[in-house]
């Protein structure tokens, strides 16, 4: 398209652009520039910031937790969302403005008061556990703070609204028509459900996933508190050898790891669907 340009169409067109380029090249380009330079450089030059982040059993062990806590809070969330989003699509707008109001207030409200709000519920003297022993599901209260369990719980209901949104606006496109032609041709519920609405969702969760799991890998706050020091995760560890340490050197090693990591999911959405289209 751009060979269809003329010399001073094209120009205009990059005169138009610059604000964003620069934008882009002072707080994304030249950023990450200096956080691979001080990840070779720092405190000699070399590759030893990444050779102990990758041969380290420890770091290892961060890094593991890390990716299954973010797999699960993004497999759990996309169960939830999922029947929350096609509820919403379904049910009368009054209602659904309601739903709507209140996942956008949980969305406003504080972080950091959100996640004390959980560490008050899941100690072993909260709502959480007096629920479960007057039920009779446990003898005993059990720890849920302090360990992925507690990460896990309270990181869900924050990244629980960015599963549902993309889910909800791919679901409301879908035409309700081609559910009545699946019943018709005699497809159960379940059978329209995994063969019709699922393949037609597919967009939805897939971004909503990328979004959660994206941010799960970098989240700081909620980790933090619930999980302790015994079950730290990437962010926990890059503020550490920052702030505590001083060791820019590996804490920019590890920020560069965990971007390219993100680059590389992202890739991977964009090729899966660019291959799905063709």
Same mark, same amino acid.
């Given at each position: 398209? +751009? ?18 380029? +620069? ?64 509820? +919403? ?37 909260? +709502? ?77 969760? @897939? ?22 020091? @015994? ?48």
């Amino acid at each position: 398209m +751009l060979s269809f340009l003329t010399p001073a169409r094209r120009g205009s067109g990059l005169g138009m652009a610059m604000p964003a380029l +620069l934008l882009l090249l002072a707080f994304f380009v030249i950023p990450v520039a200096a956080l691979l330079s001080r990840s070779v450089t720092e405190p000699v030059p070399g590759l030893q910031n990444y050779e102990t982040l990758l041969g380290s059993a420890t770091y290892l062990r961060i890094f593991f937790n890390t990716f299954l806590v973010s797999g699960l809070v993004t497999l759990i969330t996309a169960l939830i969302a999922f029947p929350v989003a096609w509820a +919403l699509a379904i049910m009368p707008p009054r209602m659904a403005g309601v739903i709507f109001a209140v996942i956008l207030l949980s969305m406003w409200t504080n972080l950091l008061a959100r996640t004390y709000a959980w560490m008050v519920l899941l100690q072993q003297t909260g +709502l959480v556990n007096r629920m479960l022993m007057a039920t009779g599901i446990i003898d005993q209260p059990i720890q849920l703070t302090n360990n992925l369990v507690g990460v896990t719980i309270g990181m869900v209901y924050i990244m629980l609204p960015f599963m549902i949104l993309p889910l909800y606006g791919v679901i409301k496109k879908i035409d309700p028509a081609i559910l009545q032609a699946a019943a018709l041709c005699g497809a159960t519920k379940s059978q329209a459900l995994r063969r019709v609405l699922l393949p037609l969702a597919t967009p939805g969760i @897939a971004s909503g996933a990328l979004m959660v799991f994206v941010m799960s890998l970098g989240y700081f706050v909620t980790p933090s508190l619930l999980g302790g020091t @015994a079950n730290m995760m990437l962010a926990e560890l890059i503020v550490q050898q920052v702030q505590s340490l001083l060791n820019w050197g590996m804490g920019g090693a590890a920020a560069f790891i965990l971007l390219v990591v993100t680059l590389a999911l992202y890739a991977l959405q964009l090729r899966l669907f660019e291959g799905k289209a063709r």
